[in-house]
């Protein structure tokens, strides 16, 4: 049978958006170290709840890390301490007997607590409604094979499309910059052939948006040291180079139109 | 109670070929100065919502979309791994959608409707052209031409794939092709929106009521048409690959309203899963079942054997599924590879701390192949299964058990998609169509997307045509406002029960007993027991659930507490219907009903229908109402895999 830990959690509980939050301290005893950081919280809230405390409310949906739902930051890391690696697949294995762990929502202005751990990401949303898609109405589209796409392009192009738009590189950041997120998904698009037509619409009109919510890049590179997908930090300078690039190609096509 | 009737599919006349292609020109057309003027709501944003809220937004229809999530990217499609199937025949390899068709209805173990599975095979290639093309970065070949595999058994190459992440991919590429939607102003997004109720005045659907997860608030939403796409019941076992907050109750309220629900105790186990490790485990793993490809599936023979895997000698090694199915060994199907786990598992011969699995054993592909070839092969399901388990399964066999994956049944629908409510059309996993008693690996993404593209969209039109003129029903109606009230009352019920139990415990009990008796092999006395069992327990639950907080504000338990309310309902519909239905058929196992080597035997002269179950409320039986299912394309047979 697998090893039980005793830990001491101190974790952010917050009413809503408009209440002050405060750190609690609550003792996680027997915690199997077979368990998923998000069972760790469920075994603590089914303690709570049967002492008819209100349970935590933590953000999770798939607990396989690929719906981007969950994300805490632990121990002041978004996601915690393994590299690549969302809260949900996270295992009590990696902590020790003892341990105190530090538990808060994501830390930034554009992502409002809504309850103790859960924010409001949708900002994020409003970056992808701006532009982060092809316009190709239904019933329109070529046969596939006439869109010859190489691999290396389609294989980079699915490296930035992994992003499961959890938000940790915003969490990350010191600055609350949305870059890598935003980036993933300009790479993604304009890199393809299919995307070069709103090419630069899309980056202007993204970065723009971006720009209302989120701070600035100052190219610290804790957004990708965070990533559970591992986005390459260098999207961002394809990112910086069409948002310029825009400004000019933008300018001409509406000079002739 | 009403008497059973037949019911009609409204499945057109003509050749097999031609029925959907005689039956779009048959429908009727709404203007497109007109389209504006109808309402449709979606609820969920899944594939088969996402594609259907963005396509009826580009036709030019006034759309709303609903999803419970905070972002309709969270949907559940974004899990599936393996790919999408489509009739391409690019490989040149002999497929068709014929073939596809084919091979869906036998796969079906003949328990589905022909006409829908030939529609679904035929714009099964106009997904991928319309994928592409929105930029899904499906996996390519050196010349930029797209990459093809071969999955689930399947004879042909026809699985389009991204990685091991297809879904996500597919979902990204429907969620931006709604938000451009929303952008256009086509689509209204509702986020953090929990459906709770269908409103049905004179017979037809005509909106929905909702509950804000993050304020509390109930409110009111009128439309001339309303689509579920909101998923399947998975979760009603507990234990299972769905996420966490997947459920029934879009689907279930609607049946509550009207809409009959078709075959639900057809569930699907799907054989490669990561076994429980506790008491506490929340979900199951999935992992993707190509590793079946390679790995040699065994048991020790003996129940007291302590040795470590790698120190069994061969000769007292259990390789089940080689000796019982020598021609198609470790790659039989998923129901059969399922139910012999469960077998020897049951006869105590299964491993691990908990004795919960079966080994899955790389160690001679590593041995032919070279530890290179193997991590190239499966290499990220090797690390997901390490990080999990603690485990290194290049040097350890994995440990593996069967686990709910996906649920063929749902609600009833006709070839136009609608449900038995005019109005309350039904896609993707949420409806029963398409995959019969058992679903082949790679076709859910395909029908989600069938459905929400190229499905809907036309046949949604001749349900409207005929109201051009009518306005929705204002949200002032005594329907809206007594379907509001009552919702009001079930949620003051829940917070002023304060017994001793969290919802989850009423879950997690549930789910034992669905497993037990409702999961791959039934019996008449298992199910019997299993009503009683979970009539007993929704009792208890009514009486000792405990629900903390308030309404005004994000309370999960509250959302769970009424979605396992819905389940304890819908567990006892899935004993009914497996009851019925005394035949093994599919991914389900009748005692009752096996050769003489304890193979399926299915019953074709009694059970060749769809069974669709009509509500009477929550302590009257439902009754059971019939669509004959008939054959005329592809011929039935037995499967045999020996």
């Keep these: 049978m697998s090893k039980q830990l005793n830990l001491t959690l101190s974790i952010w509980r917050q009413e809503n958006a408009a209440s002050r939050g405060r750190f609690e301290t609550y003792q996680a005893k027997g915690i199997p170290d077979d368990a998923s950081f998000l069972e760790m919280l469920d075994i603590v809230n089914e303690g709570l709840i049967s002492e008819g405390e209100l349970p935590i409310e933590f953000p999770h949906d798939c607990r396989e890390g690929i719906c981007g739902t969950c994300g805490v930051m632990i121990d002041g890391r978004a996601h915690g301490p393994e590299l690549g690696t969302a809260t949900c697949q996270l295992h009590m294995r990696k902590y020790n007997d003892g341990d105190t762990i530090v538990i808060e929502p994501w830390r930034a202005t554009a992502f409002p607590v809504i309850r103790d751990l859960v924010v409001d990401r949708s900002p994020l949303d409003a970056i992808i409604q701006a532009g982060g898609y092809i316009s190709a109405p239904t019933g329109t589209a070529p046969d596939a094979n006439e869109i010859a796409v190489p691999k290396e392009v389609a294989d980079s192009a699915m490296d930035a499309a992994a992003c499961i738009g959890c938000g940790a590189c915003v969490a990350a950041c010191p600055n609350s910059a949305a870059q890598l997120f935003t980036s993933a998904k300009l790479w993604h698009l304009n890199s393809l052939p299919q995307g070069q037509p709103e090419r630069f619409k899309r980056a202007e009109a993204m970065v723009e948006t971006m720009e209302q919510f989120f701070g600035s890049c100052t190219n610290h590179g804790e957004c990708t040291e965070a990533c559970p997908k591992e986005i390459p930090q260098d999207f961002i300078a394809y990112l910086n180079r069409d948002f310029v690039k825009s400004k000019r190609v933008n300018r001409t096509m509406a000079s002739r139109s | ?642």
């Design chain 2, 1 to 642: 109670m009403t008497t059973s009737t037949v019911l009609d599919a409204a499945v057109p006349d003509g050749p097999m070929a031609d029925k959907w292609d005689n039956h779009k020109f048959k429908i009727q057309l709404v203007n497109p100065a007109n389209k504006r003027k109808f309402k449709i709501i979606v609820v969920g944003t899944g594939l088969a919502g996402s594609s259907a809220a963005a396509t009826l937004g580009e036709l030019g229809y006034n759309v709303e979309a609903f999803t419970f999530h905070d972002s309709p990217r969270r949907a559940h499609s974004i899990a599936a791994q393996g790919g999408i199937n489509a009739a391409k025949n690019y490989r040149s390899d002999g497929d068709s959608v014929f073939r596809l068709f084919y091979d869906t209805v036998k796969g079906g173990d003949y328990r589905s409707r022909e006409a829908n599975v030939y529609r679904l095979a035929q714009v099964s290639v106009n997904i991928i052209d319309q994928m592409v093309s929105q930029g899904v970065p499906f996996a390519r070949e050196y010349g930029g031409l797209l990459a093809n595999r071969s999955f689930g058994g399947a004879q042909v190459s026809r699985t389009f794939y991204a990685r091991g992440q297809t879904g996500q991919q597919l979902l990204l590429g429907a969620y931006q092709q709604m938000m451009g939607q929303v952008a256009e102003g086509n689509v209204k997004l509702h986020t953090n929106m929990e459906m709770l109720d269908v409103v049905v005045k004179d017979g037809a659907a005509r909106g929905i009521v909702c509950r804000n997860l993050i304020t509390g608030e109930i409110t009111s939403h009128s439309a001339h048409a309303v689509v579920l796409a909101t998923g399947g019941y998975g979760n009603v076992f507990y234990l299972s690959t769905n996420a966490m907050a997947c459920n029934v109750t879009a689907a279930w309220r609607a049946h509550r309203k009207g809409a009959f629900f078709a075959n639900p105790c057809y569930t699907q186990i799907h054989p490669t899963c990561i076994p429980a490790s506790d008491e506490f485990q929340s979900k199951l793993t999935l992992m993707s079942e190509s590793l079946r490809n390679d790995g040699r599936i065994w048991v020790p023979r003996n129940y007291d054997e302590t040795r470590a895997a790698k120190d069994v000698p061969e000769a007292d090694r259990y390789y089940y599924l080689e000796e019982k199915y020598p021609s198609f060994g470790n790659l039989v199907p998923r129901d059969v590879a399922s139910r012999n786990a469960k077998t020897v598992v049951d006869q105590g011969l299964g491993v691990g701390p908990l004795k919960n699995g079966v080994y899955l054993d790389f160690a001679d592909a590593i041995g032919r192949d070279g530890r290179d070839a193997v991590e190239e092969r499966y290499g990220n399901l090797f690390q997901m299964y390490d990080r999990i388990t603690g485990e290194d399964p290049y040097s350890t066999p994995m440990r593996i058990y069967p686990a709910t994956h996906y649920t063929m049944g749902g609600l009833w629908v006709d070839y136009n998609l609608q449900t038995t409510i005019p109005g309350l059309f039904c896609t993707g996993e949420a409806n029963f169509s398409d995959h019969g008693a058992n679903r082949l690996g790679a076709s859910a993404l395909m029908q989600g997307l069938a459905d929400g593209y190229f499905v809907l969209p036309y046949t949604i039109g001749n349900y409207l045509a005929p109201l051009l003129g009518d306005d929705p029903l204002t949200i002032d109606d005594p329907a809206f406002i007594e379907a509001e009230a009552e919702l009001q009352g079930q949620i003051q019920r829940f917070l002023s029960i304060n017994g001793t139990r969290s919802p989850e415990y009423f879950h997690r009990e549930l789910g034992k007993i669905i497993w037990e008796h409702i999961g791959m092999e039934r019996s008449k006395e298992g199910l019997e027991k299993a009503i009683n069992e979970i009539r007993a327990l929704r009792e208890e639950f009514w009486a000792d659930v405990r629900v903390l907080g308030t309404n005004e504000s994000l309370n999960s338990s509250l959302e769970k507490a009424g979605r396992i309310a819905d389940f304890f309902e819908l567990g006892e519909l899935m004993a009914r219907d497996a009851l019925d239905r005394a035949e093994s058929c599919g991914g389900h196992f009748r005692t009752e009903s096996q050769t003489p080597e304890g193979e399926a035997l299915r019953n074709d002269d009694a059970y060749a229908h769809v069974s669709a179950w009509e509500w009477h409320g929550p302590d009257t039986p439902q009754t059971k109402h019939r669509e004959e299912l008939a054959f005329e394309e592809v011929e039935l047979s037995q499967r045999s895999y020996k």
